[in-house]
């Protein structure tokens, strides 16, 4: 059995060598595959021989979903298959099942939020329950479970805004903020932490942004515009300062940010506009490869032609901020692929 074990992880390191040099997936599904044609041989009333096998239903999982939409129903069949091999491990026994456990959840509810139609309220109840495990799980290290936690906040909150309501919204707000609430700490030092925090301040963005648009006469308007911009100021300064020691993954983000803005500076606050905008497209202040992005380049015309075509005040049809999303996937985020 041990043989059989070990044959099954190398299989598996080979599939995982695939995906992150070549970014083969098909290539990678056939060593899963022959792993998990191993690892069904193994006596599964072995917690570690659950666990084992619950690791190439997930390596599979991944390597489908990254195949596209026409295969992520075997995906979620991947993902049910290692969740039922994962529910009844004895989580106190090892931080790893609880991290497994947490992995499985969470990517089954990404899965779920891209189908199309997106089957939302399935994809947020996976989301909640991999929440719930990470809340339990006080054996992991504590730095990592917060992050973690943080991932999954994240991706709720992403999920949830999709919804478009207010009591979503409300929900997707408190999701999003104590995901930043997690990396806070840590998102000065670690990428990975600032990717978490960075995609959270876009969802609370995004919200911010309907909010508005339908709340430009309120009299907390002005409390929203505050928000708002601290929000996007806070993520542009984060970025610029990766920027400078050579991270340059968050250009995307960075340009949803200054676009957003910029937007709510030109509607609520436009005497501060020139000075936003110096500001983010002075070389001084980040990388010279950053101002001169393509996608901070675009954002710059498009806000140039802003400035020359602005109403006075923002409508309900104003797109303050657009409806990319950007969820993060345990496995290709945090070295959390499965031998």
Known sequence: MEAADAQASLFIEEGIRLMQSRNDADAALLWFDRALELRLRL?????????????????RAEALTCLGPAHHALALRAYD????????????DDARFSKRLAIAHQNRALVLAAQNPPATVDAIAASVDAIAVLDQAH??????????????CMNLANIQASEDTIVSDLAAQQAARRALAL????????????????????????IAGRRLSVQAESKTVMTDVHDATDLAEEGLELVRE??????????????????????????????????????????????????????????????????????????????????????????????????
């Open 43 to 59: 006596p599964t009333e072995v917690p570690i021989h659950a666990y084992g096998l619950a690791a190439c239903w997930l390596n």
């Open 81 to 92: 298959e290692a969740l039922v091999l994962l529910g009844p491990l004895p989580l106190g």
């Open 139 to 152: 054996a992991m290290d504590a730095r990592e479970r917060e992050y973690l936690l943080a991932v999954a």
């Open 183 to 206: 990396v806070t700490a840590y998102e000065h030092e670690d990428a990975a932490a600032a990717e978490a925090g960075l995609k959270a301040r876009h969802v609370l963005c995004r």
């Open 242 to 339: 990766w920027e400078r020691r050579g991270i340059d993954r968050f250009q995307p983000l960075a340009s949803d940010l200054f676009r957003f803005g910029a937007r709510v500076y030109a509607y609520f606050q436009p005497h501060f506009l020139d000075e936003f905008v110096s500001e983010q497209l002075d070389p001084r202040r980040s990388a010279h490869s950053f101002v001169q992005s393509r996608e901070m380049q675009e954002a710059a015309r498009e806000i140039v032609a802003l400035r020359q075509n602005i109403t006075p005040r923002v409508t309900a049809t104003t797109p303050i901020l657009g409806t990319r999303r950007y969820p993060i996937s345990f496995s290709s985020a945090h070295k959390t692929r499965f031998p």
